[in-house]
């Protein structure tokens, strides 16, 4: 037996997924810190037109990465079935197959790349001296988008064999050579913007450098099949491709509804006036500090969940899900409890002004709720990602924004903003609700099945 099958056939204890999962919580909160520590560098160094266009190039290059989050959780799905499965070369392949589809993707981006910086600063309105700063950050950032979407494919391989504290490592390391590049290029060179964004482009290469290494590594050490270390006959599986390209596309579908979700309730706020739209963006900053949380225990159930899966073992399948929605039940609760307790602190700590502190207050029980009830979407996700039933997940975000969407439209137009957040709340609900319809036959297909996306 392979050590990444010793590794898969590992019982699923609670020790062991609260090991997989602190390492991703670390690395989730890091990962934010790229914009932000380009943000403070500049803050402190550089003129406010250059903070403002630190600031709108970051959100762009934030909703960019967002939107290919699908090559990583395509890329654990496969990953942990193939652990599962005793199939190190598969593992090797799947690792190839998406790093292949990620350099497509960053390729078709950069020859795009002028047309596509126009039609996304038209979309924004800033004075400019800040578009013309965001232009150039762009321009330079954007050179680092196949280093950045391959460590997407790198941490989806990582999760998958269980190797979180392989993904913290790479995580600290390229925010901690972004802080010394920005200061370098920024601080000592003084190249402002242009060197901001080179800092931050250089760290993300690097750290796929190191990442990729030290994977390769792992994978060498790991193998235990007399197969090439790079399957070609595997890889360029018309099937196998086809299977990848599905399943990315379904999550891609299902990320962009989410995306369509959370702007939908920041425009409609805006329509309760300023006060209420920024006290709105307060509140969701907690809800959005709580997934990096949540999000520890959904990957250490993909990956849990997708090995039990490609071992055809229903018995460690509920096992995993159990225990790691027991993990998540009772952070969500947590959290929630210190929202409740301290909520008009934390307000505090993140605004000064007296109007949407007190607008915030009033809706802080919501946004309690919201992080409270929101373990059963990561989890099912989660579970969902590790078995790789992609199509269940695009038809239950479907569903779920659906429903989302008709629920807030009537019920913010009759109650305001207390309605919007209520009909968010429901929206998490509506997510997790989704998904179990299809998590019978799912569960049921856990023996002798064939895999799915």
């Known amino acids: 037996m392979s050590a990444q099958a010793a590794n898969a056939g590992a019982v699923p204890s609670y020790g062991r997924l609260f090991a997989i999962a602190w390492p991703i919580v670390l690395a989730n909160i890091a990962a934010p810190l790229l914009g932000l520590i380009d943000t403070a560098v500049i803050g402190n160094l550089g003129q406010v037109a250059d903070l403002g266009a630190i600031a ?42 998406n790093l292949v589809l990620g350099l497509l993707l960053a390729m078709i981006v950069l020859a795009l790349q002028w047309p596509l910086i126009r039609i996304v600063m038209s979309i924004f309105e800033a004075s400019g001296p800040v578009e013309s700063g965001a ?99 595997r890889i360029r599986q018309t099937a196998a491709l086809a299977g990848a390209l599905r399943a990315n596309r379904d ?17 409609a706020g805006a329509r309760f006036g300023d006060q209420v739209l920024a006290a709105n963006h307060v509140l969701l900053q907690f809800v959005t500090f709580s997934a990096y949380f949540l999000d520890g225990f959904a990957f250490a159930a993909e990956s849990q969940v997708g090995a039990a899966y490609g071992g055809r073992d229903r018995q460690r399948f509920d096992l995993a899900v159990r225990r790691s929605t027991v993990w998540a039940l009772g952070t969500a609760v947590a959290l929630a409890a210190v929202l409740w307790l301290c909520g008009d602190a934390l307000i505090a700590g993140l605004t000064d002004l007296a109007p949407v502190r007190s607008v915030a207050g009033t809706y802080l029980p919501w946004a309690a709720a919201y992080v409270a009830l929101s373990f059963a979407a990561f989890q099912l996700d989660g579970v969902f990602i590790g078995v790789t039933a992609t199509p269940q997940m695009r038809n239950a975000s479907v569903l779920s924004a659906t429903g989302f969407l008709a629920v807030a439209i009537w019920w ?42």
Do not use: K
């Not at 989050?69 to 392949?93: K, Y």
């Not at 460590?151 to 998958?160: N, R, T």
């Not at 968010?424 to 064939?450: D, H, I, K, M, T």
């Open 135 to 233: 232009a150039a950050y762009l321009q330079i950032r954007i050179w680092g988008m196949p280093a950045a979407l391959g460590l997407f494919v790198i941490c989806g391989s990582l999760i998958g064999q269980g190797l979180s504290r392989t993904l913290m490592l790479i995580q600290l390391v390229m925010n901690g050579l972004n802080i010394l590049l920005d200061l370098l290029f920024a601080g000592v060179l003084h190249w402002g913007v242009e060197g901001v964004a080179l800092g931050t482009a250089i760290s993300e290469w690097l750290a796929f450098g190191l990442g990729g290494w030290l994977l390769v590594r792992r994978l060498r050490a790991s193998q235990a099949d007399a197969e090439a270390f790079w399957p070609w006959a």
């Open 56 to 97: 709108l190039g970051s959100l762009i290059f934030s909703l960019i990465y967002w939107g290919f989050g699908f090559l990583r959780m395509g890329t654990t799905g496969f990953t942990a079935q193939a652990v599962g499965a005793d199939d190190s070369a598969e593992v090797r392949a799947c690792l190839a197959r």
């Open 251 to 267: 999550i891609m579908i299902r990320t962009l509804l989410m995306l369509v979700c959370f702007a939908w309730f920041t425009n």
């Open 412 to 453: 913010s137009r009759a109650a305001g903003n207390t309605g919007l957040w209520a009909a968010f709340v429901c929206y998490v609900v509506f997510r997790a609700a989704a998904l179990l319809l299809y998590y019978p036959g799912l569960r049921a297909r856990v023996v002798g099945s064939e895999r799915v996306g």
